[in-house]
């Protein structure tokens, strides 16, 4: 496939534990960014990353989160300590730079109990 | 800061005009978007006008901006009950490639 893919699509944990999140973008995209969407929050920005190395972290709403990217590829969303407010949609896009269209994974729904 | 307000419903008869509405905060912001969200679907991006610009047409979609009232629409023609979904604008800027995404707008479309 050519586009966006994310793993896993669905996944469940409990409060406390730790999770993570893939995203593959799509082949020669330099730019890859992490979004969350929630019902109270709605489409919120966490991260972005050209290349390896990310100029913009400022969306991520605590240091239980992190994300690296590895290769000029694959990306992983990291949350440590799970808690309930956690749960949400998250998405991956990746494009090939600033100003350029970005292109939106399916999702991965995270919900914490 | 960056806001962007959207009206959260519109429903519309099948074959009229849809009209969705965006406003936001930060006039500096370079590219304004129009993404599609179906149910269980990622987003899709359908179209986007330049800052400088203020009107854009591509086939059934009409973009206008407003600058002066920092004011985003989007009409779609001849609405069908395959474009009832969310529909979200969104900015960005030029010193980063963040997008900032408004509140979304469910479009309901009715025969």
């Known amino acids: 496939g050519a586009g966006v893919s994310q793993s896993p699509s669905n996944k469940v944990t409990e409060k406390g534990k730790d999770v993570e999140l893939r995203c593959d973008p799509i082949s020669g995209h330099t730019a890859l960014y992490w979004y969350r969407q929630s019902l109270g929050q709605g489409l919120e920005f966490l991260i972005y990353?050209?290349?390896?190395?990310?100029?913009?972290k400022s969306g991520l709403p605590s240091d239980r989160f992190s994300a690296e990217r590895t290769g000029g590829s694959v990306s992983t969303l990291t949350i440590q300590r799970t808690q309930q407010e956690d749960s949400a949609v998250y998405l991956c896009a990746s494009s090939f730079g600033q100003g350029n269209e970005q292109y939106f994974g399916p999702g991965t729904r995270l919900t914490v109990t | 800061g960056e806001d962007v307000e959207q009206s959260l419903f519109l429903s519309v008869r099948e074959g009229d005009s849809s009209v969705i509405n965006c406003t936001y905060t930060d006039s500096s912001s370079t590219y304004l978007y129009w993404y599609k969200q179906e149910p269980g679907a990622g987003l899709q991006l359908l179209t986007y006008?330049?800052?400088?610009?203020d009107m854009k047409q591509d086939q059934r979609l009409t973009v206008l901006l407003n600058k002066k009232d920092k004011h985003l629409s989007l009409r779609i023609a001849d609405t069908q009950t395959g474009d009832s979904a969310i529909y979200f604008c969104a900015e960005s800027f030029y010193n980063t490639d963040k997008l900032i995404f408004g509140t979304g707008t469910r479009l309901q479309v009715f025969p």
């Open positions: 990353f050209q290349g390896n190395s990310a100029p913009d």
């Open positions: 006008i330049f800052s400088n610009m």
